[in-house]
């Protein structure tokens, strides 16, 4: 009587649904072609629930090392299935699987395609193109659940998983296979408020995912589920570029782009405020952490000497009058921390009043922002990069020309090679053989300037693209300094100076951010404002 051990494999969780009926099928099929062989005794049957028999390796099922442990105690005879590829779908891997086992004493059996034998090669390798061809059904399975889920996303349908704030469902009119209706993502008018409420906090007033989490939950804001904001909820939000009308891999379609709710400008912003947070650098970050304090340049300023980065104390000034009265003045005051704690030999003062030093960076932003005044509108910015461009269009054309000649040249003299053979040329081998080849050296060359200058083009036409945002956000910036809050005001420092650095005698130097140099220019000449500027 041979011993028969059966093996049951389902891949999803939804095939475990009794409804399904599938191990139940495969353990009927099995033990009917059990029964057909008088010999034959089923001893133990195992099944795997939701196991990907493509993406799980044998080392990693339980039930596969089992049944292995058992063949090496010579504890069976047969291992039956209902199809090979219940023992797996990987190609690399499956048919050493039954190879193995066939070389232990196990024959293995599919209810449905008999034993599989290794006799011959013919058997290996139907062995190995029986698993390579379930590979390729199962990767074309799983590209295909990738694809509908790609397309039902960009037609704004919910997928499953948490609904995303800003969102809520409503009925899309299609109906799934199991004739359930499917959602699909609306704006919600209050939500979408809030998400432009904690992008236009974040960007402005420099709130941090904590701060801007704890305000939400002060003033009485909750998530869609109707819990407490977090730090990790904020940051979530603001990186997510659904609410741009875009998927993570920057696939995007009409249907997204009406669930739009934030812009691309916004973004940008939002990323890069983020990404200078998180900056391990100390000496290149220059967002501040956070906005909160009396002083304007909060993490934003260095010492000239040392370019070590300024901190804030608060340093109170107490001294006893003539009259015998006591004089207290309480002062916010810039530190060179590393003179301080004495972590280098650092020439500078070692405090700097905060008032004095801001009302200095106030007078240079608006001096800056003075530049604005008689500044060409949008349509004067975009016509003044198509003029730089026009050089550069002129050679194009110029070197398209020359490669049009030197590539007709190169044809006539290639077609000279035949008549030099029959003694027809007027040239000979080695000056037709030098001729072609200092052609096709300027071709080449030809060639690469070309690329070069549509990169250049292709460069400025993204300038043009990105200044319109920029332009209107640091016109806005001059409309509004005057009248900002103090938190506003520390945003803008952050995002219009590169490096603000200060050294003896209050002497102060600012470097813009290049973004914004262009605007500083004197625009009928083209001539840009100083980088750097010392008071």
Not at 133 to 141: D, L, P, R
Not at 383 to 409: P, S, V
Not at 418 to 431: F, M
Request: proline share 2%.
């Amino acid at each position: 009587m041979k011993r028969v051990y059966c093996l049951y494999r389902v891949s999803t969780k939804k095939q475990v649904d009794k409804n399904q009926n599938d191990i139940p099928m495969q353990r009927t099929a099995c033990r009917d072609f059990a029964s057909s062989k008088p010999d034959w005794m089923i001893l133990k049957e195992f099944s795997e629930k939701g196991i990907s028999g493509y993406k799980v390796s044998a080392n990693d099922r339980d039930a596969i090392q089992e049944l292995k442990e058992a063949a090496l105690n010579n504890e069976f005879d047969i291992l039956l299935v209902f199809m090979f590829d219940r023992i797996g779908r990987i190609d690399d891997e499956t048919p050493f699987v039954v190879e193995w086992f066939v070389k232990h004493g196990i024959e293995v059996w599919s209810s449905q395609e008999g034993q599989q034998r290794f006799d011959n090669h013919v058997d290996k390798l139907m062995n190995y193109l029986r698993y390579w061809q379930a590979s390729g059904e199962s990767e074309k399975t799983s590209i295909r659940i990738k694809n509908k889920m790609q397309q039902m996303m960009l037609d704004g349908l919910y997928t499953g998983g948490p609904v995303k704030y800003g969102y809520s469902l409503a009925d899309s009119g299609l109906i799934n296979r199991k004739g359930q209706p499917i959602k699909k993502y609306v704006i919600d008018p209050a939500d979408s408020q809030v998400v432009q409420m904690i992008d236009e906090m974040t960007i402005r007033k420099g709130y941090g995912s904590w701060r801007m989490a704890n305000f939400l939950n002060k003033n009485g804001y909750k998530t869609n589920t109707g819990g407490k904001f977090t730090s990790t909820k904020i940051i979530r939000i603001l990186k997510d570029s659904y609410y741009c009308g875009r998927l993570d891999d920057g696939s995007t379609s009409e249907k997204l782009e009406a669930l739009r709710i934030r812009s691309d400008e916004t973004y940008e912003q939002i990323l890069y405020i983020l990404e200078q947070r998180q900056s391990k650098n100390e000496e290149k970050r220059h967002i501040a952490l956070q906005t909160k304090g009396q002083a304007m340049l909060s993490g934003n300023i260095f010492c000239a000497h040392c370019g070590g980065r300024l901190t804030i104390i608060r340093y109170q000034d107490r001294y006893e009058r003539a009259d015998g009265s006591i004089y207290s003045v309480d002062q916010v005051k810039y530190s060179c921390y590393h003179k301080t704690h004495k972590l280098c030999k650092c020439d500078g003062q070692s405090t700097y009043q905060a008032d004095r030093v801001d009302e200095v960076i106030r007078q240079i932003i608006r001096r800056i922002f003075s530049c604005m005044d008689g500044a060409p509108e949008e349509e004067k910015l975009q016509a003044l990069f198509k003029r730089q461009m026009a050089g550069n269009r002129a050679t194009q054309k110029k070197l398209d020309l020359e490669l049009k000649k030197n590539r007709e040249q190169l044809t006539k003299l290639q077609l000279e090679i035949g008549k030099t053979l029959t003694g027809d040329s007027i040239y000979s081998p080695e000056d037709l053989t030098q001729a072609i080849q200092t052609i096709r050296s300027r071709i080449t060359e030809a060639e690469g300037k070309l690329m070069e200058l549509k990169a250049e083009e292709e460069q400025k036409k993204r300038g043009i693209d990105m200044i319109t945002p920029t332009y209107n956000q640091f016109k806005s910036w001059a409309d509004e300094f005057d009248t900002a809050t103090l938190e506003q005001k520390k945003m803008i420092a952050c995002h219009l100076f590169k490096r603000i650095e200060i050294g003896r005698d209050y002497k102060i130097s600012v470097e813009l951010n290049m973004s914004y140099q262009q605007f500083c220019s004197e625009w009928s000449e083209g001539r840009f404002f100083t980088t750097a500027a010392t008071v």
